[in-house]
């Protein structure tokens, strides 16, 4: 009987991953909060407090934002392996409607990592292949034992990723001209992430209240945190979009061989990572 309970109960504790300080967190963050002194935005948490204002489980991410007198400031961190990789293929995007109206609008917005500019890609097609070209991976063997596989890829190549992010993608911020700059920057921009030993993802935004427009600003304002999901069409033994169809360099094709003719378990995953998963919240400056 003991083991029938446990077979229940690990399914679900892996599809959700929540843990247990997970649960007890807001969905939303409630209220402003004052960040740290001496704040440093390496894409490690070791200055921010243990736990997080909020557990949004839209998304699967942990976060806090916070404000001192000149930055605006976003962490952001995952211990779920899905949604880290979709992290890391389609960026976080930070929008806002200064307003304080929960709808897009052309209020400024940062997107980091920037999809397609980390340095790899987690597939590839052959040598010589000409552009269009669908990657066509053919998946065989054990199910369990095939995502093994892959996440190992993906975990490596996140590493690789994350040593090669060297651009943030920026819309509307005052006195910012270009689309795609440096993270290390003259405009007060800072972004980095970072994957520590036990797996757990962090990511970590400061943007200058100037940049926002939001230095004189005592008023509340509406965000949204979109996570963006890999930038391609797919299909799954012959399910989904049809390859070629608008995703450019960017289309796989995916023949899983064995298992009885169904998809995979954990298949699902990668279609998790394709859908763009946000929420709306609303945040008022706390004053140092």
Same mark, same amino acid.
């Given at each position: 009987?003991?083991? =029938? ?5 690990? /399914? ?8 247990? =300080?997970?649960?007890?967190?807001? +969905? %939303? ?20 407090? !243990? ?26 961190? $995952? ?28 209020? /400024? ?14 597939? $590839?097609? /052959? ?9 066509? %991976?053919?998946?065989?063997?054990? /199910? ?6 892959? +996440? ?38 800072? !972004?980095? !992430? ?29 965000? =949204? ?7 391609? =069409? ?49 945040? $008022?400056?706390?004053?140092?």
């Amino acid at each position: 009987m003991r083991l =029938n309970l446990l077979y229940i109960l690990s /399914p679900s504790l892996l599809m959700f991953g929540l843990s247990v =300080n997970a649960q007890k967190l807001a +969905d %939303i963050q409630e209220k402003g909060v004052l960040a740290p002194e001496k704040v440093k935005v390496d894409g490690k948490a070791t200055e921010w407090p !243990a736990s997080f204002q909020a557990f949004n489980k839209a998304t699967m991410v942990s976060y806090t934002i916070a404000n001192d007198a000149k930055n605006l400031y976003l962490v952001v961190q $995952s211990n779920d392996k899905v949604t880290t990789n979709k992290i890391m293929r389609g960026g976080i995007t930070f929008a806002f409607n200064l307003e304080g109206k929960k709808k897009e609008n052309e209020g /400024p917005r940062v997107t980091f990592p920037v999809p397609g500019n980390s340095g790899s890609r987690t597939f $590839s097609r /052959p040598a010589g292949a000409a552009p269009g070209t669908p990657v066509r %991976i053919e998946m065989q063997g054990n /199910p369990d034992q095939m995502m093994k596989r892959m +996440d190992s890829a993906m975990a490596e190549s996140n590493k690789r990723q994350i040593a090669a992010l060297k651009e943030i993608k920026v819309i509307g911020l005052k006195g910012v001209t270009d689309s795609l700059i440096s993270i290390y920057n003259e405009y007060g921009v800072k !972004a980095m !992430a970072g994957i520590d030993d036990k797996g757990v993802f962090t990511y970590e935004l400061a943007v200058p209240l100037d940049a926002l427009g939001l230095s004189d600003n005592s008023k509340e304002f509406a965000y =949204n945190i979109k996570l963006n999901g890999l930038q391609s =069409n797919i299909r799954i033994n012959g399910e989904g979009p049809p390859a070629g169809g608008g995703g450019g360099e960017r289309v796989i094709v995916m023949n899983t061989m064995g298992g009885g003719g169904g998809m995979p378990r954990g298949m699902s995953d990668m279609m998790s990572m394709m859908t763009p998963t946000f929420f709306w919240g609303k945040y $008022s400056l706390v004053k140092p």
